[in-house]
C-alpha cells in the first residue's frame, strides 16, 4: 500500500518526468500500463496451465487431495484474470437525447469533432446535474475498445449563454483529441477499469484473492500516480481547445461563471428550496424556479468573495483538475468576474426545451420524495423547538436566541433575525455567535456598523478570528458609492487574517494530518443537532452509514470540531472525493469538519472498531 506522503511524492516525481522530457515520460507511462496487462496476462496463462496439467491426471482416474486444491486455484485465476480483462462500467445517468430532439445540439458536436479531429460521441444523455461532462468507458474492459458518452447538466444549460455552453462542449471534446488525445484516454479507460477491478476484488477471500489484493494495492496507487501528470496535462490541453475554438476570454468566462453559479446553487438555492419544506409536505421540483434563478445576476458580494476564494485555492494531488487561478493564467485570460450570461442555452435542445424542465422536476421530486418527507417532519420539529424558545423569549439567554435566529432561517433563509442578534448582545455584548450573526444580518452599505461588529468579535478572542478577518477584508476591497479607501484598515485586516491563518492551518493540520484516531471522544451533539445532521445525510442518496466523533484540537480547545466517516458504496474515488469535499461544506455542524470515506485509509473495518456507533444508517 502507499500512504498519502508516499502518493505526494510519486505524483510530483511524474510531474517532474513530464517536464524534463514528455515523450520518455509518455513511454514510461505506458510500459507501467503494460505491466498490469503482464500481469493479468500472466496469471490467466499460469491458471490455464494449471487446469490443463491437473484435469487430465484428474479425469484418468490419478486423483490426489492436493490436486483439489491446485484445480481450485488455477480456476480462481482464471476466473480472476478473465473479470480484469472483461471488466465492465456502467454507462451515466440520464435520458438519451437524439440529433432529431436537439439538432442545433448535435450540429455543434460535429462542428467541434470536425475541428479537434475527434471520435464520434456514441450517445448524448441530460441529467439534473451543473456539470458536463464526456466518459469514454471501455467496451472490452482492459482488451480495449471504447464507447462514448457526452453528459449534459440541465442546470448548466440554463446558466450559460451559447458561447460559454459551447466552450464546455469543446472542453469535454478536446479530451478526445487526435494521437495525444487517444494515448491519454486510453490511459484514462485503463485507469478506469483497473480503479473498478480494484474495488471489485477487495471483498474476496481465498489464497487466490489474497494474491490479487496484494498486488492490486501495490500496482494500482502507483499507476494512478504515474499518470498524474498526463491527466493535469490533458485538463490544461481540453483548456487550450476550448480557448482557441470559442475564444481565451469566453471560455476563462465560463469557467468564472460555473465556478460562481455552482457555489451560489450550493449556498443558497438548494437551501431556499428545501426549506419549502416547511410549508410543502410533498416535494416541489427545483427546475422550473432554477432557470428562472439563474436567469438573475448574482450577487456582487457573493460573486466577489466567491471568486476570490476559488482564486486561493492551489491545485493540489486530490483532483486532477487544477485550481481555477491556474486555468486562467494558462489561457492567458484575466481573472475577473464576467458579464453574467444572458438568456442561456436551452435552445440547443429544439424547440420544445421546456419539457425537459418539467421531465426532470417530476423526476426529481420521484427520486427526492423520502428525503423531502424526512425534512417536511424535521422543519416541523424546528418550528416547534423555535415556539418554545419564542414563548420564553423574555428568560432566554443570548446562546438560545442564536439559537432561535438560526432556526428560523431554516424555516425561511429570508427571515428578519437581526433583532434576535441585537437583544442577544444586549444581554452578553461579546457573544461570538450573535456578533457573528449581526455582521450577516446588517445591510451591504452600512459598513462601518459591519467593521465595528467585525472588530467586536476580533476582540472578542473566539475561534472565529480567521471568518472575521477574511470577512473585513472582503468588505474592505469591495468599493462602494461614497466610501472612501481605507488603507490602513485593509493593513491591519490583512495582518489580522495573516496571523490567524497560521492558527488555521494549525487546527487543520491537527484536524486533517495527525492520525486519524487519535484525540477523538464520542460526538458532542445533542438531540436536535444529531437530527439535523441525520436529516441531512438522509439527503445524500450515495450514503448507506455514517460515524461522527468529536476531534480535540490543541489549538484550539474550545472549539467543536469534528470528523465525519461515510460509508460511499458503487462509486469510484474520484466521484467519493467530490462527495466528501462537498459534505465538508454542506454539512450543518456546529464546527469544522473533515470527511473521509471507508476505503483504503481509513479502512471500514477500523472505522467500525475505533469511532464508535454509526450516527446514521439507511
Known amino acids: 500500500a502507499v500512504d498519502q506522503a508516499d502518493f505526494v511524492h510519486l505524483v510530483r516525481m511524474s510531474e517532474h518526468a513530464s517536464a524534463a522530457d514528455s515523450h520518455a515520460y509518455r513511454r514510461g507511462v505506458a510500459a507501467f500500463a503494460a505491466l498490469g496487462y503482464a500481469w493479468v496476462l500472466g496469471c490467466l496463462a499460469l491458471g490455464g496451465g494449471i487446469v490443463a496439467w491437473v484435469l487430465p491426471q484428474m479425469l484418468h482416474g490419478r486423483f490426489r487431495f492436493w490436486q483439489v486444491w491446485a484445480l481450485l486455484g488455477g480456476l480462481g485465476l482464471l476466473w480472476t484474470s478473465l473479470r480484469a480483462l472483461w471488466v465492465r462500467l456502467e454507462a451515466p445517468d440520464g435520458v438519451e437525447i437524439t440529433a432529431r430532439e436537439a439538432p442545433d445540439l448535435f450540429e455543434a458536436l460535429e462542428r467541434i469533432r470536425r475541428k479537434i479531429k475527434g471520435p464520434p460521441i456514441h450517445s448524448v444523455r441530460l441529467d439534473g ?109 481540453a483548456d487550450r481547445i476550448a480557448g482557441r475554438l470559442l475564444g481565451r476570454d469566453v471560455a476563462a468566462a465560463a469557467l468564472v461563471e460555473i465556478e460562481v453559479r455552482d ?14 419544506a416547511a410549508a410543502h409536505p410533498l416535494p416541489v421540483g427545483p427546475y422550473r424556479a432554477m432557470r428562472r434563478r439563474l436567469a438573475e445576476p448574482v450577487a456582487a458580494e457573493f460573486a466577489n468573495g466567491t471568486l476570490r476564494q476559488a482564486l ?56 427526492h420524495a423520502s ?97 472575521t478577518a477574511r470577512t473585513a477584508l472582503a468588505e474592505l476591497e469591495i468599493p462602494r458609492p461614497g466610501v472612501e479607501h481605507d488603507a490602513a484598515a485593509l493593513k491591519l485586516w490583512r495582518e489580522r487574517l495573516e496571523r490567524a491563518q497560521e492558527s488555521e492551518e494549525r ?18 451533539l445533542g438531540a436536535f443537532e444529531l437530527g439535523e445532521l441525520q436529516v441531512e445525510l438522509a439527503r445524500c442518496a450515495p450514503v448507506a452509514r455514517c460515524w461522527l466523533v468529536r476531534k480535540n484540537l490543541r489549538e484550539f480547545p474550545q472549539r467543536r470540531a469534528y470528523l465525519v466517516f461515510v460509508e460511499l458504496p458503487n462509486l469510484d474515488d474520484e466521484s467519493r472525493y467530490r462527495l466528501c469535499r462537498s459534505l465538508e461544506q454542506s454539512l450543518d455542524l456546529p464546527g469544522p469538519a473533515l470527511v473521509l470515506w471507508a476505503g483504503e485509509s481509513p479502512t471500514l473495518a477500523q472505522i467500525q472498531r475505533a469511532a464508535f456507533e454509526p450516527v446514521y444508517t439507511r
Open 129 to 237: 446535474e451543473f456539470n458536463a461532462s464526456i466518459h469514454q468507458l471501455p467496451r472490452w474492459g482492459l482488451l480495449g475498445g471504447a464507447v462514448n458518452h457526452l453528459s449534459i447538466g440541465l442546470p448548466l444549460l440554463m446558466a450559460l449563454d451559447r458561447p460559454r455552453f459551447l466552450a464546455v462542449l469543446a472542453h469535454e471534446y478536446g479530451h478526445l483529441r487526435g494521437d495525444h488525445g487517444r494515448f491519454a484516454a486510453w490511459i484514462y479507460r485503463t485507469r478506469l477499469s483497473w480503479m473498478r477491478l480494484h474495488q471489485g476484488l477487495g471483498q474476496g477471500e481465498g489464497p487466490v484473492a489474497a494474491a490479487t489484493q496484494a498486488f492490486m494495492r501495490w500496482y494500482f496507487p502507483r499507476f494512478a500516480a504515474r499518470t498524474f501528470a498526463l491527466a493535469r496535462q490533458d485538463e490544461y490541453e
Open 371 to 467: 428525503e423531502w418527507k424526512l425534512h417536511h417532519a424535521w422543519l416541523g420539529r424546528v418550528r416547534a423547538r423555535a415556539q418554545v424558545l419564542q414563548a420564553a423569549a423574555a428568560q432566554n439567554n443570548a446562546g438560545e436566541m442564536v439559537e432561535l435566529a438560526r432556526l428560523m432561517r431554516h424555516l425561511d433563509p429570508q427571515a428578519d433575525v437581526r433583532p434576535l442578534y441585537e437583544a442577544a448582545l444586549e444581554r452578553s455584548p461579546d457573544h461570538p455567535g450573535a456578533l457573528r450573526g449581526l455582521v450577516q444580518c446588517l445591510p451591504e452599505a452600512d459598513r462601518g456598523a459591519r467593521l465595528q461588529c467585525l472588530h467586536r468579535l476580533w476582540d472578542a478572542g473566539s475561534a472565529d478570528r480567521w471568518w
Open 263 to 276: 457555489a451560489w446553487l450550493q449556498a443558497e438555492f438548494w437551501r431556499r428550496h428545501w426549506s419549502g
Open 507 to 524: 487546527a487543520w493540520q491537527e484536524l486533517s494530518g495527525t492520525p486519524f484516531f487519535s484525540q477523538i471522544a464520542r460526538h458532542d
Open 312 to 367: 486561493k485555492r492551489i491545485s493540489s494531488v486530490d483532483d486532477t483538475h487544477p485550481g481555477l487561478r491556474d486555468r486562467i493564467e494558462a489561457l492567458d485570460a484575466a481573472a475577473t468576474l464576467p458579464v453574467w450570461s444572458q438568456g442561456g442555452a436551452l435552445a440547443l435542445l429544439g424547440p420544445d426545451a421546456k419539457r425537459w424542465v418539467a421531465h426532470f422536476d417530476k423526476q426529481w421530486c420521484r427520486d
